[in-house]
């Protein structure tokens, strides 16, 4: 079964069965913890374009999937 995963600026929101959405409530979290260091990383704490923001959350996501961050909690299912 398909999981979603919609990452905001302020939000991390996850539907563990994604195509369910409509009738399931996501897990949510706090996003600014999880993407801090990117941010920091191209010298911002504030808000991006979302050309910039697309490629920090694919950042992120990636360095998740290599192992290379601790999956948050809400997520541990999807860890490698």
Known sequence: MAKLL????????????????????????NAAPELK????????DQRVDPQVFESVVVSWLRDLADGER???APLTDLAP
Do not use: K, N, Q
Not at 6 to 29: I, K, N, Q
Not at 37 to 44: E, K, N, P
């Open 37 to 44: 260091a990117y941010l920091t990383a191209i010298g911002t």
């Open 70 to 72: 601790p999956v948050p």
């Open 6 to 29: 919609l990452v905001t600026p302020d939000c991390v929101f996850y539907w563990p069965h994604g195509t369910s959405m409509e009738r399931e409530s996501p897990v949510a979290f």
